[in-house]
T-cell receptor
Framework: RKEVEQDPGPFNVPEGATVAFNCTYSNSASQSFFWYRQDCRKEPKLLMSVYSSGNEDGRFTAQLNRASQYISLLIRDSKLSDSATYLCVVISMEYGNKLVFGAGTILRVKS | EAQVTQNPRYLITVTGKKLTVTCSQNMNHEYMSWYRQDPGLGLRQIYYSMNVEVTDKGDVPEGYKVSRKEKRNFPLILESPSPNQTSLYFC????????????FGQGTRLTVV
């Protein structure tokens, strides 16, 4: 079983739609959680951290459920520019702060 | 400007010809790492370094070497490249604490024929 699993998609949605991605992780000792965005084989860039209480940044909302070991990302009012691959990232200090990536979820927003 | 710089960006080489991909960061970060990205597999860690002269294997270290003689540089060495090392490679750096952002280089697309 992979340490971090994501639905690869692609998710094809119209502009203005709300879309949600989930990510599950297997290591219960994981301590930090992030969503990164990657455009067309360019370098990943941090989208947002995920906090235990949940957090929001504009149209983006991230949630963490430690009991069930999953993380979610909700995008409201999708824009064409949101089309990208979204990577779930988990860090555990027991592995020297190694970032463990999910394989990514592809989002395509269409007009 | 804070950045991670990789070179070269693109490289086509032949089997067995030693090559080095350089990585340099200007943020005084302690933690640096190398990843390869392959379709359907996501980013997998090759090697990481928690500080100067401290390196350790990641998930897929076979066929690769690294060194960390200076804090800013973390080169990736392929002593005898093989076609299965054809991939997109990323170098990353972070401050080393577990809740901080990782910054990535622009990537090196390597083809071994």
């Amino acid at each position: 079983r992979k340490e971090v699993e994501q639905d690869p998609g692609p998710f094809n949605v119209p502009e203005g739609a709300t879309v949600a991605f989930n990510c599950t992780y297997s290591n219960s000792a994981s301590q930090s959680f992030f969503w990164y965005r990657q455009d067309c084989r360019k370098e990943p860039k941090l989208l947002m951290s995920v906090y235990s209480s949940g957090n929001e940044d504009g149209r983006f909302t991230a949630q963490l459920n430690r009991a069930s070991q999953y993380i979610s990302l909700l995008i409201r009012d999708s824009k064409l520019s949101d089309s990208a691959t979204y990577l779930c990232v988990v860090i555990s200090m027991e592995y020297g702060n190694k970032l463990v990536f999910g394989a990514g979820t592809i989002l395509r927003v269409k007009s | 400007e804070a950045q991670v710089t990789q070179n070269p960006r693109y490289l086509i080489t032949v089997t067995g010809k030693k090559l080095t991909v350089t990585c340099s960061q200007n943020m005084n970060h302690e933690y640096m790492s190398w990843y390869r990205q392959d379709p359907g597999l996501g980013l997998r860690q090759i090697y990481y370094s928690m500080n100067v002269e401290v390196t350790d294997k990641g998930d897929v270290p076979e066929g690769y070497k690294v060194s960390r003689k200076e804090k800013r540089n973390f080169p990736l060495i392929l002593e005898s490249p093989s076609p299965n090392q054809t991939s997109l490679y990323f170098c990353a750096s972070s401050s080393g604490t577990y809740n901080t952002e990782a910054f990535f280089g622009q990537g090196t697309r390597l083809t071994v024929v």
